[in-house]
């Protein structure tokens, strides 16, 4: 499937189905982290029919039942951490959307993980996914005028980026990021200031760049 297609059909879900991911979505899931931790030099972790990280107060009181499968965003601190995983996290949560299952990001609303976390790593955000409820709901947009310097007659390479881009999950759907084509063609892109306004910003990277087919 096109992955804008599947950037569309990805909405936040936080009710899940007492259904197990089968061996065949995990191997997939577990080869792409090994090799995203090995090409990035990141520590992300992922945990299969472990019900008690997202048995707790803060996570039944952030609406979220049934979570049995998490993925922890691990990485070593530094001023870059977040964006990196931000954009390899999102890069998971579509490859969890193509094995026709559904995803959360949650920064907050969850208990503690059982992941490995060493002296100079930090767990920045957890991926909560399985089988939903529900495939969830579109989030409300900003309007092109706020996350790009949009004119007439832009290039349509640009435009699919900024819109695959506005799909692109953000905590508390900040979107707060922006996106400049200059005259020589290339793009400046920015984010605001804010909660895990970087981490949206790798998240947000990466759907501009599958979009628009261009590195930023
Ligand atoms: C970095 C990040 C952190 C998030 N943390 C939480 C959270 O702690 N609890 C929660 O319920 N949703 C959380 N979300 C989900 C967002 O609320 C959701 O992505 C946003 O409202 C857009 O909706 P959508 O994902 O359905 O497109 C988080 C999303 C991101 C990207």
Known sequence: ???????????SVRQYKD????????????ELIEKINHDAGLHIQIFYDEPQC????????GHFAGVKNYIALVGK???????????????IVLKIQEL???????AVTHGKSKADICKDEKELCLIAFG???????????KPLQAVCNYTENMPEWFLNGVEAALL??????????FFE????????????????????????????EMGSGRKV
Request: charged share 25%; proline share 3%.
């Open 131 to 141: 089988h939903g409820e529900t495939q969830g709901v579109p989030h409300k947009d």
């Open 181 to 208: 084509l200059s005259s020589d063609g290339t793009v400046n892109a920015s984010c605001g200031r804010g909660f895990y306004t970087k981490l949206d910003f790798g998240i947000v990277k990466y759907h501009f």
């Open 54 to 61: 997202f048995d707790s107060m803060k996570a039944r009181y």
């Open 168 to 177: 692109a999950p953000t905590a508390m759907n900040q979107q707060k990021f």
């Open 100 to 106: 026709g299952l559904n995803s959360c990001w949650v």
């Open 77 to 91: 601190k530094s001023p870059q951490m977040d964006e990196v995983l931000g954009y390899y996290g999102e890069e």
């Open 1 to 11: 499937m096109e992955i804008l297609e599947l950037m569309k059909q990805r909405h």
């Open 19 to 30: 259904i197990a991911v089968v061996s065949k979505q995990r191997t997939v899931l577990n």
